[in-house]
Nanobody, 121 residues
Framework: VQLQASGGGLVQAGGSLRLSCAASRRTSSSYYMGWFRRAPGKQREFVAGIVWSVGTTHYGDSVKGRFTISRDNAKNTVYLQMNSLKPEDTAVYYC???????????????WGQGTLVTVSS
């Protein structure tokens, strides 16, 4: 499975961006899609995840109430709507898929190439 992340860019604090992650196909292992981010000098952080089949969602504590993950099964695409962005949201954002609900990056198999989000103050 190939994942293509897009939608990053430069935005002012308080602004919004929507990231997309398009999967080339879905397989039996494509059960849960997650978004992670890595800021300079920091470890990968779980941002949000969604179960493809039923749409159950999960969020990291730092983005709850500001970010929303959704999916379009027909397009094999997952979205991350990011509102009320803060400078500390600046990071490279990655999408990845796995066979189970998890927040550990080590459980995810296929990874997209990442898209840079920069939030200016």
């Amino acid at each position: 499975v190939q994942l293509q992340a897009s939608g990053g860019g430069l935005v002012q604090a308080g602004g919004s961006l929507r990231l997309s992650c398009a999967a080339s196909r879905r397989t039996s292992s494509s059960y849960y899609m997650g978004w992670f981010r890595r800021a300079p000098g920091k470890q990968r952080e779980f941002v949000a995840g969604i179960v493809w089949s039923v749409g159950t969602t999960h969020y990291g504590d730092s983005v709850k109430g500001r970010f929303t993950i959704s999916r379009d099964n027909a397009k094999n695409t997952v979205y991350l709507q990011m509102n009320s962005l803060k400078p500390e949201d600046t990071a490279v954002y990655y999408c990845a898929d796995t066979v189970k609900v998890t927040k550990s990056p080590y459980d995810f198999g296929s990874w997209g190439q990442g898209t840079l989000v920069t939030v200016s103050s």
